[in-house]
T-cell receptor, first 114, second 115 residues
C-alpha cells in the first residue's frame, strides 16, 4: 500500500547535535511538506518542496535544513541552531496539480532534547 | 491573506451526544478547497473530507456530516451520536492558489468523548 513513512518514531538529541528525520513516500506525489507541532498547538510549516531539487522556507525555517534529491524522499535536519527543537514533526505529501487534493501525512517523529 | 479559525480549542461531550466543530475561513480566491483532518492520539493526521468552493451541498458519511456555507465562510463538522473513538484533534484546512497552493490549517479542536 502507498503511504508516507517517517523514521524514527522517537528521537533523542543532545544539546548541540544535528539530527536528521527521514520522510519517504511511494505515492508518486510531487509536493512534500514538513510541519512542527507543539503540545496543544496547531501545525506550523517548516519547509516545503513542490518539485525535485527545489524547496522553499515555510513560516519557521530557522534552525532547520532540507534536501529533495529524489521525488520519494524529503529529509529534515534539525541543526544545533534550533534552540527549542523538542516537538512532534509531521511530514506530508500531495499531488501538485491544482489545489483539489488534500495531504497525506506520515505518522510523525517525536523529537526530544536531552 | 488566508486564514482558518477554529474558535473552539477544546470540547468535551459524553458518549452519544451530538457535537459540532466550527470552522471559519478567509480567502480572496473564488476557487478554493476546504478539508477536515482527524489526528487521533497516535499522531498521524487522517484526511476526512474535501469540499470545493462551488459545491455547497452538505455531505453525510455515516455519523459524520459537514455543512458548508459560503455566505458565512464556514465549513462546520458535526458528529452524531459521538463515540469514545471520536476523541481526537480535528483540523480544518483551506487550499487555493494563494499562498503558493499550500494548505492553511486552523489551530485544531481537541474533542474528548467520555464514556
Amino acid at each position: 500500500d502507498g503511504g508516507i513513512t517517517q523514521s524514527p518514531k522517537y528521537l533523542f538529541r543532545k544539546e548541540g547535535q544535528n539530527v536528521t528525520l527521514s520522510c519517504e513516500q511511494n505515492l508518486n506525489h510531487d509536493a512534500m511538506y514538513w510541519y512542527r507541532q507543539d503540545p496543544g498547538q496547531g501545525l506550523r510549516l517548516i519547509y516545503y518542496s513542490q518539485i525535485v531539487n527545489d524547496f522553499q522556507k515555510g513560516d519557521i525555517a530557522e534552525g532547520y535544513s532540507v534536501s529533495r534529491e529524489k521525488k520519494e524522499s524529503f529529509p529534515l535536519t534539525v541543526t544545533s541552531a534550533q534552540k527549542n527543537p523538542t516537538a512532534f514533526y509531521l511530514c506530508a505529501s500531495s499531488i501538485n496539480r491544482g489545489q483539489a487534493y488534500g495531504y497525506t501525512f506520515g505518522s510523525g517523529t517525536r523529537l526530544t532534547v536531552v | 491573506a488566508q486564514k482558518v479559525t477554529q474558535a473552539q480549542t477544546e470540547i468535551s461531550v459524553v458518549e452519544k451526544e451530538d457535537v459540532t466543530l466550527d470552522c471559519v475561513y478567509e480567502t480572496r480566491d473564488t476557487t478554493y478547497y476546504l478539508f477536515w483532518y482527524k489526528q487521533p492520539p497516535s499522531g498521524e493526521l487522517v484526511f476526512l473530507i474535501r469540499r470545493n468552493s462551488f459545491d455547497e451541498q452538505n455531505e453525510i458519511s455515516g455519523r459524520y456530516s459537514w455543512n458548508f456555507q459560503k455566505s458565512t465562510s464556514s465549513f462546520n463538522f458535526t458528529i452524531t451520536a459521538s463515540q469514545v473513538v471520536d476523541s481526537a484533534v480535528y483540523f480544518c484546512a483551506l487550499r487555493s492558489n494563494t499562498n503558493a497552493g499550500k494548505s492553511t490549517f486552523g489551530d485544531g479542536t481537541t474533542l474528548t468523548v467520555k464514556p
